[in-house]
């Protein structure tokens, strides 16, 4: 189980929610028990499909473009997309924040901000683009169980849609502030075998 810090005077965290709903296995979506074990070298995951590129996500041009997310509606019904890949994202296709403000706003509200995990729609013949949420609210630290559930939502979304590719930019990173091999720690699990792609600068 991720540990998860939380503060006693503050709004509900994502891991307090999650273990008031039964717990990240109430989330597994039919996923394996996470393995032990160490991380594969850096720049590569060992047996898998996921892997580690340099560059940019959004220049693949199949497959699903995934930025990190939060989960904040601003009161215009726009998702708060103002920094970082998800900016990013939202200046190469101006009508995302919109889209997925009232996609959002269709999953559980968790006080001031929305637990959708994942957020998909096509935008072209064979391209879509997303949100993994890595966040509740955007002025937070990214959290380590809403990773995992973002993942599990990623991990069935592949399954379902075989053929597709996920072209992540690494998340939680940055101005999520985690590290990158506590964030691999959690993704290897779940993603080692499907076809996805984690993108740094």
């Known amino acids: 189980m991720v540990q998860v810090k939380e503060d006693k005077g503050s709004p509900p965290r994502v891991g307090e929610v999650l273990r008031a709903w039964g717990g990240l ?18 720049g590569r995951v060992k047996e898998a499909n996921m892997r580690i ?5 959004l220049a693949a041009a199949r497959g699903v473009l995934l930025a990190p997310g939060n989960g904040v509606v601003r009161a215009d019904g726009h998702l708060v997309m103002g920094a970082g890949a998800a900016k990013a994202l939202a ?11 009232r996609m959002a706003r269709g999953r559980p509200n968790m006080g001031g901000w929305y637990l959708y995990g994942l957020l998909v729609i096509q935008v072209a013949p ?6 993994f949420q890595t966040k509740g609210d955007w002025r937070d630290r990214a959290d380590l169980s809403l990773i995992t559930y973002s993942a599990r939502r990623l991990a069935e979304w592949l399954r379902n849609n075989p053929g597709q590719e996920a072209h992540l930019a690494f998340p939680g990173v940055g101005l999520g502030g985690l590290e990158e091999e506590e964030v691999l720690e959690v993704l290897e699990p779940i ?3 499907l076809p996805t792609t984690l993108y740094k600068l």
């Not at 064979?126 to 949100?131: I, P």
């Open 25 to 42: 296995e109430r989330l597994t979506l039919g996923q394996a028990p996470r393995e032990r074990g160490g991380l594969a070298p850096r």
């Open 53 to 57: 590129a340099k560059g940019n996500f």
């Open 91 to 101: 200046r190469a296709y101006p009508h995302l924040p919109r889209v997925f403000g």
């Open 126 to 131: 064979g391209l879509s683009t997303g949100l």
């Open 191 to 193: 993603l080692k075998d």
